[in-house]
T-cell receptor, first 113, second 115 residues
C-alpha cells in the first residue's frame, strides 16, 4: 500500500547549523509533497510544498528538493534558530483515486541555542 | 480570520462509552479531513468530506467510527463503544476547493483518553 518513510526520527543541531530531513514514498503516482511543522499542543501548519513538475523550491531559509525517479524528497533548513524546534512531517498525495494524504512518522527537531 | 476550531480540546471517557468530536472548519472551505495522531506518531487519514458528502472513508478503522458533515460546515466524528486503543489526538483540517493538492489548515485537535 501507500507509504511514506521519514528519517531521522530525532534531529538535534546547534543554532545556525543546517538541518536536513529525508523522506521516501512508495506510490509513483504521487504528485504533491507538502511539509508541515507541528508545535507542541497545536495542529500541523504547512511550511512549504512542492509539486511533481518541479525539482526544487526555496522560501527564505527553507528549501525542498524532489527526486521523482528515486521517489525521494527532502527538507533543508539553513541557519536554524531555536524557534525552528518542532516536529516536522513530510507527506505525499497519491494521484490514484481517493483523497488521502499519506504522512511520514515525523522528525522531532531540536535547535540548541 | 478565524481558523479551524475543534471541541472539546480534551475528552476523557470510560471504555465502552460513545464520544462525539466536533470540527468547525474555516468558513467557505468545502473540503474537510479527519486524522488520528497517536502519541509520537504521524497523522493517520480517517475520512474526507467534499461538501456534505464523504467520497473517501477508506481510513475509518472500524464500524465503530463514523462521521457526518452538515451545511457544508460543521463536522462530527463519532466513536462508539470506545476502546483504549482509540486514545489519540484527533485532528480536523479544512481546505478550499476540491483538489487534493491544496494546503490543509489544521485545528488544534481533540485529545481523547479512553480509560
Amino acid at each position: 500500500g501507500e507509504n511514506v518513510e521519514q528519517h531521522p526520527s530525532t534531529l538535534s543541531v546547534q543554532e545556525g547549523d543546517s538541518a536536513v530531513i529525508k523522506c521516501t514514498y512508495s506510490d509513483s503516482a504521487s504528485n504533491y509533497f507538502p511539509w508541515y511543522k507541528q508545535e507542541l499542543g497545536k495542529g500541523p501548519q504547512l511550511i512549504i510544498d512542492i509539486r511533481s513538475n518541479v525539482g526544487e523550491k526555496k522560501d527564505q531559509r527553507i528549501a525542498v528538493t524532489l527526486n521523482k525517479t528515486a521517489k525521494h524528497f527532502s527538507l533543508h533548513i539553513t541557519e536554524t534558530q531555536p524557534e525552528d524546534s518542532a516536529v516536522y512531517f513530510c507527506a505525499a498525495v497519491p494521484n490514484t483515486g481517493g483523497f488521502k494524504t499519506i504522512f511520514g512518522a515525523g522528525t522531532r527537531l531540536f535547535v540548541k541555542a | 480570520g478565524a481558523g479551524v476550531s475543534q471541541s472539546p480540546s480534551n475528552k476523557v471517557t470510560e471504555k465502552g462509552k460513545d464520544v462525539e468530536l466536533r470540527c468547525d472548519p474555516i468558513s467557505g472551505h468545502t473540503a474537510l479531513y479527519w486524522y488520528r495522531q497517536r502519541l509520537g506518531q504521524g497523522l493517520e487519514f480517517l475520512i474526507y468530506f467534499q461538501g456534505n458528502s464523504a467520497p473517501d472513508k477508506s481510513g475509518l478503522p472500524s464500524d465503530r467510527f463514523s462521521a457526518e458533515r452538515t451545511g457544508e460546515s460543521v463536522s462530527t466524528l463519532t466513536i462508539q463503544r470506545t476502546q483504549q486503543e482509540d486514545s489519540a489526538v484527533y485532528l480536523c483540517a479544512s481546505t478550499s476547493g476540491d483538489s487534493r493538492n491544496n494546503e490543509q489548515f489544521f485545528g488544534p485537535g481533540t485529545r481523547l483518553t479512553v480509560l
